[in-house]
Structure formats: C-alpha cells, structure tokens
C-alpha cells in the first residue's frame, strides 16, 4: 500500500505458557502499538485478549478459536470464519451427497465444538454419526483406521490440522482404503496446499474447504509472488506443503496486516502510545481505531471481508468446494453463509469423455458359472485368466470395456451362489462380494430385486426375461381300441347299460298294446344316436386333451411366491413349503434333472429355458411369463461405475448389439417343429373299439334273431298242430 510504512515487532513465544504469552503481550504494548496479532494457539490467545480489551488495543486473530458465551471483548476481531458457519457448511455438504452413515474422526476436543451442527444432525435428520479420534501422542492412526475399513465406514469427515491430515493420507493409502468407493472430506482450509499427487490416480473421492479466492487475479499475482520468495529463501526443513505454497494462515495475516494499513492511512491523526499493563490506563484512540476495523469491507486474498460489528467474527464470506481429480484439487462449488450450498461440477468434468474416465482401471468383476452366461473355453490347450471363459456375460464385458477403456480381471464367485439374504440378515454369493468391496462388478445373470438394491448398485438391465415353467413334453401313448369307454367311468357304462336294459323291457310291453308304437320307437331310436354322437364329441374332446393329471413339484425364486399376494402363488408357495424336501432344488442342475426324468415342473427365467429347450427337444416352456423382471450389472453402493455402464449398456441396446449377443449363444441345433395345437381327426386307434363293440352287438342280434326265430317257428308249428287236430276232431263228430 503506498505512502504507508508499518513497524512490526514478532515475538516467539510456548503456545502453552498464557503467563509468558501475557508477558510478552505487556511488552510490546510499553513500546506502544496499535493493533497485536496472534497468538494463534487457543491456549495463551485467551489471557493476550483479556490484556488488549482492558487497555483498548484492537487483537486481531486470524486462527479459529471459540469465543466464550459471556464474551464481551468489544475489541476482538477474528478473520478467520466462525465455527458455527464451518459446521453448517459441513453439513449441508453431507446433505448434498445424501450420506446416511458418516464418521467423525476429530483430532483433539475443539473439533466436536466445530462439528456441533453435524453432531446434532441425527435428531433432525435420517443420518447416522459415529464419532471416532484420532490417537494422541501417536501419529500412528492405523489400527483405528483398519476398524473403519471394519466396519464398512465409507464416508470420513476428519477434522484435523494439515499437518495431521498428510500423515493420516499416508497411513490410509498404505491401508487399501484409497479406492473410488471411500469418500473422505476434510475440514482444513490447507488442503489445497498439500502434496497430493501420491492420490490423484487412485479414484478415491477426497474433498474440502478453500477459502482462498484463487480465481481473483489480484489474488493469484500475490500468490505467485509468494511463491516466488519462498523458493528462493534458504531452504526449510522438509514439510508436507507444496513448494512454495501460501497457506490459509498466512493469507489471513495477509489480509489482517493488510486491514490495519488501510485503517492506519484513513486514519493519519492517529498516533500510539506506551501502555502499562499494571496501570490500566486504555489507549484513548483504540475505540474509534477499532470502529474502523468493523467498518471496513473490501476484498483479500481470503475472499469478501466483513466483520461483525457486535462480535467482532466474519461474516459473508465465501468456501470454495475443492475436490481431487485426476489433475489435481478442483474447484466444484461454493457455499456462502448467506446463501448455502451451490455444488456443480465443473465445464471441464462436464465434457469429459467417459471412456477417459475409466480408462486405464483394471476392475475386479465376479461372476458365477450358468449357462450360456459364463462357461469354462474347451481348448487343448491350457488356459489362464480371462481366456479361461466365454459366453455371453465374456462379450458384453468386452463391449463394456471397449466402450469405457477399463480393463478388467474375471473371478469366480467364491461360493458359487448368486446372493441371497439369511435370517440373521447376511448376504452370500456375488452380494456378498459386492458389499465387501472384493469385486468392483458383477456381470453375470443377476437379478434385479428389492431386497438387493437395498444393499448394492444396479445398472440399467440389459436383458430382460420373467418367470416361468420348464416341463418335459408329453409321450404320445396308443390310446388302444377300447379308449371310446374311457370319457365315463365303468360303473357309469353299467349303469347306462342297465338303462338300456330297462327302457328295452319298458319299450317292449309298450309296443305290444299298438302297433303304430314302432314309429315313436324309431324316433326315441334318433335320440339314443344323438347321445352317441354327443358320447363321440366328449371322446374326442378328451384325446386332445390327454391325462396329466401326475401330482407336480415347484421350483422358483422363494422370495416370489413367498412374497406374492396373488392368491394362485400363495397356494403354490403353501404347497413347496409343506415338501420343502421335494419340491426345492439346490439349483438349475438337479432341477433340469428332475423335469427329464419325473413328473418335476421347474419355475425357472424365461431366458434359460429358452437357452434349454434350444439343446433338449425333449423340454419345452408351459404357459406365459409369471412376471417381468431384468438382468443387471452390479456395483457396490455408491460406486461411480454404475451410471457409466448404464450409459454403455443403453449404447450396445440402441445398436443391436444385446440382441446379437443373444442370438450368438442362444441359438441351438434346433428341434423339429411341434405338430399342430389343432385338433387331429380320430382314427380307427381311436374308435375302433366302437366298431368291435357294433360288430358284437351284430353277431349277437344275428343269434338272437336266429334263436327267436327257431323259437317262433317250432312255436307256430305247435299251434299248427293243434289246429289241425282240432279240425280233425270237429270232423270226426
């Protein structure tokens, strides 16, 4: 600032001795000043301030410290931004990320006073907060951090020094835990300044506060210049800053001694004066001095500076959201006390290409071996790593991967199961892998349901299928001459053969009284060939619908029918639960088994019966789709994988490649087409018995009709006889 010249006197002091810190504050107060910085520990800060407040000194802090609840130092101001706005911004930021689970990890008591609004937020928000610290005497933080990687504690907010914040960086690289699924945000406003290339490539999400206003140009000339200095001054013991680097403090001392400039030139008629700490005599300008500090507003190198006038604490001020990317801390956002939170990503996030974003990771991706998904390669040869399989699952990896540039190393799932839910509300299988973070995918026929997306990521689905039945097609049996009687029961036949006996023998004494008797005879003969032919019609319908009445047994998604409030899968579930050791199968396998070699109708997905059917003609799908459900590719929650592989999943479906891909590995040898649904005619295998039957009944009336007619015949020559004796006798007398 030109035309002022400022005389600046800096004492070393124990940040723990407050009676040497108010010694040396007397001292330099009898050479007569008129604003004291520092000191900047909490500890000896307090008895400095009483000291000023009481000869009317303004003290300026630039560290935080927290003021006391009957705090009436009128001449106090601290440049550096209050707890409360600090822990308001920390918790609209894990409001913005949507984070149900947070740990706290503080480094000493001072850190719960600046995360109180957070610490709170379990009573008014759905979150949960374990609080954890950090080991004192020890900059040996392992052990604590091997029980977060524990306990799944994915989302850290660690308040600490920056110091502190690179020796915990170290210990939790050297610990696995610097991976895209951990986010770690800390409170230091010197992250920025930190040596942070050891991280950038690791995809782990690291964020924090910057209240540098580095976008200024004002601001990037001091900064520059300060770097400049720096690099050319002797050099220092090795620190954990970046070469050249200005940290927070050192801006807001800036902007303080900057702020006292500026007062000192508006004010010219102001002069200093020696001061006695044991007389108690006030500094008779430090009043209207002080004013001008409350006063004043302008622009640091920390941004807006306005100070509160009745505590003498900064307010509207801006924090810049800086995260880590692949070239280095970006900024992606502000918060401003006043306004809140204002998170986007940067133009430069926003047209980054999303295979630039995955290219070069190698992803771990389980998967489970089902048919025509994940098969092992038949080769002579032996085969090691990915080449060891193929199918369909194999090609959409190789498409994802083309398409997004990773690489990726192919494992089987440990215990060869999907993922399913225990009583005591434990995963298993691919599930299970995904939740612990041994996979970063799971490519393989999982299916999209409720209870697994409470637990782990799905992309979009990229095959779609339902549930429904495998059941082996029907033997066509020779239904044999007789099968005509088979429609009626036999006691049915004997009654209607009784029947026939008794109208017989009523007809019989009927005709006797008329002879007109036979016409009506013949009419109700029609109607008896009516029921013949109706006789006919059910015999007919019967053999096309052929008996399958055997008792069967389901196999399906538990959960399903479990579930189902529909009331034909409740009486399906009813029944596999009462023959839990019949019905169930250990999986697909031993179910197909079953269905070849018994009467075992297997609830399976469409598409795998699809596959099966296309290789055993002797297999076929019953019935339509139970329900309508999808194939997707797991991640773990949070994983910034997923919406990736949605995007390349939709790509390969608008390209047709799904469906190519399904094509390749479904289609089969083919079966011979199934004979028409129609309705055959009836040959003589199936009514030939009714001809037998006529023929009988023909040979039978022909003996009858022969008997009776011998019988009539020797009776009319019986009566004859008689006849002509009788005209004998007449003659005679």
Known sequence: MPNTTLTYDIQRINLFDSFEASRRACDQLALGVAAVFGPSHSSSVSAVQSICNALEVPHIQTRWKHPSVDNKDSFYINLYPDYASISRAVLDIVQFYKWKAVTVVYEDATGLIRLQELIK????????????????????????LKEMKKGKEFCVIFDCSYQTAADVLKQLLSMGMMTEYYHFFFTTLDLY???????????????????????????????????????????????????????????????????????????SQITVSSLQCHRHKPWRFGSRFISMFKEAQWNGLTGQIIIN???GLRKDF????????????????????????????????????????????????????????????????????????????????????????????????????????????????????????VADLAVAPLTITYVREKVIDFSKPFMTLGISILYHKPNGTNPGVFSFLNPLSPDIWMYVLL??????????????????????????????????????????????????????????????????????????????????????????????QRVMTTDYALLMESTSIEYISQRNCNLTQIGGLIDSKGYGVGTPIGSPYRDKVTIAILQLQEEGKLHMMKEKWWRGNGCPEEDSKEASALGVENIGGIFIVLAAGLVLSVFVAIGEFIYRSRKNLDIEEVSVGQCEWHNKY
Not at 541 to 570: G, W
Request: aromatic residues 8%.
């Open 121 to 144: 937020a379990p009573s008014r928000y759905s979150i949960k907060i374990k609080i954890r610290q950090l080991p004192t005497g020890s900059k040996d933080a392992r052990p604590l």
């Open 193 to 267: 300044a930190l040596d942070l290339e050891p991280y950038r490539y690791s995809g782990v999400n690291m964020t924090g506060f910057r209240l540098l206003n580095i976008d200024n140009p004002h601001v990037a000339s001091v900064m520059e210049k300060w770097s400049m200095e720096r690099l050319q001054a002797p050099p220092k013991p090795e620190t954990v800053l970046l070469d050249g680097m200005m940290t927070t403090e050192a801006a807001l001392m800036y902007d303080a001694v900057y702020l006292v400039a500026a007062a000192s030139q508006r004010a």
């Open 309 to 311: 006038k009745t505590d």
């Open 318 to 437: 801006d924090l810049d959201i800086i995260s880590l990317k692949e070239d280095g801390m970006e900024k992606i956002g502000v918060w401003n006390s006043n306004t809140g939170l204002n998170l986007t990503d940067s133009n430069k996030d926003k047209n980054t290409n999303v295979t630039d974003s995955m290219a070069n990771r190698t992803l771990i991706v389980t998967t489970i071996l089902e048919n025509p998904y994940v098969m092992y390669k038949k080769s002579d040869k032996p085969l090691y790593g990915n080449d060891r399989f193929e199918g369909y699952c194999l090609d959409l990896l190789k498409e994802l991967s083309n398409i997004l540039g990773f690489s990726y190393e192919v494992k089987l799932v440990s215990d060869g199961k999907y993922g399913a839910q225990n009583d005591k509300g434990e995963w298993n299988g691919m599930v299970r892998e995904l939740i612990d973070h």
């Open 499 to 592: 029947a026939c006996l008794g109208v017989s023998c009523v007809l019989f004494v009927i005709i006797g009284f008329s002879s007109s008797s036979w016409n009506r005879f013949m009419l109700l003969l029609c109607l008896v060939g009516l029921l013949l032919i109706s006789s006919s019609a059910l015999h007919s319908r019967y053999i096309c619908v052929e008996n399958r009445t055997h008792e069967l047994y389901y196999n399906t998604i538990i959960h399903l029918l479990q579930k189902s409030k529909i009331s034909t899968y409740e009486k399906m579930w009813a029944f596999m639960s009462s023959r839990k050791n019949t019905a169930l199968v250990k999986n697909n396998r031993e179910g197909i």
